[in-house]
């Protein structure tokens, strides 16, 4: 059986940091590009960030370049997104989501985790 | 960046009609789309990969097409549990764009 479980989030000011994990089961995670895709209140799916299967390369929406991080470790079979300078736009479910491989249809985008909430207030 | 433009934003329709969802890429993706659908407080779910191909597992009333910039999303018969939120997804390129979704009400 496919998993992915993320966990990390919660209740943080603006300015704060937080580090989500997505620790997956069930498919080759090294050999797969995964992504962060998050979802705001009563809003729509909004693609965050990729990350290549070794790590070398990783892709962001300009909404978060320059103040999101993502990285993974193979080993552990976990994907992570450091969140820094968060902001109240930044508030949303952030799902974890297998980008697969880019030749194969397939592949993309047919596992997702439940989702972590993240909440930036005052 | 490419624009995915979805419509309609909203519908209603009866048990057994046939339901159409369009989305529109700003510039050409060939067949680099995804449909999925959404309940409430559930992940998405992937439908329709390549544009055209059913996702294993997926009820056969579902159906995409298109290539290019003009893609679609059908239902044919639709279902009291087809009630969902669906959208679609480019992954031609980076970023990655969804459309703005579409919520399908059942009459």
């Known amino acids: 059986e496919v998993l992915l479980l993320e966990s990390g989030g919660g209740l943080m000011q603006p300015g704060g940091s937080l580090r989500l994990s997505c620790r997956v089961s069930g498919f080759d995670f090294e050999i797969y590009a995964m992504a962060w895709v998050r979802q705001a209140p009563g809003k729509g799916l909004e693609w965050v960030s990729t990350?290549?299967?070794?790590?070398?390369?990783?892709y962001y929406a300009d909404s978060v370049r320059g103040r999101f991080t993502v990285s993974r470790d193979n080993s552990k079979n976990t994907l992570y997104l450091q969140m820094d300078s968060l902001e109240a736009g930044d508030t949303a479910l952030y799902f974890c989501?297998?980008?697969?491989?880019?030749?194969?249809?397939?592949?993309?985008?047919?596992?997702w985790g439940r989702g972590t909430p993240v909440t930036v207030s005052s | 960046e490419i624009q995915m433009t979805q419509s309609p934003s909203a519908m209603s329709a009866s048990v057994g009609d046939t339901v159409t969802i369009t989305c529109r890429a700003s510039q050409a993706i060939s067949d680099s789309l995804v449909w999925f659908q959404q309940k409430p407080g559930k992940a998405p779910k992937r439908l329709i990969f390549g544009a055209s191909r059913l996702q294993t597992g997926v009820p056969s009333r579902f159906s995409g097409s298109g290539s290019g910039t003009d893609f679609t999303l059908t239902i044919s018969g639709l279902q009291a549990e087809d009630l969902a939120t669906y959208y679609c997804?480019?992954?031609?390129?980076?970023?990655?764009?969804f459309g703005q979704g579409t919520k399908v009400e059942v009459k």
């Open positions: 997804l480019q992954h031609f390129t980076y970023p990655r764009t």
């Open positions: 990350l290549t299967d070794t790590g070398t390369r990783a």
């Open positions: 989501v297998k980008d697969g491989w880019e030749n194969s249809y397939s592949s993309k985008f047919d596992y």
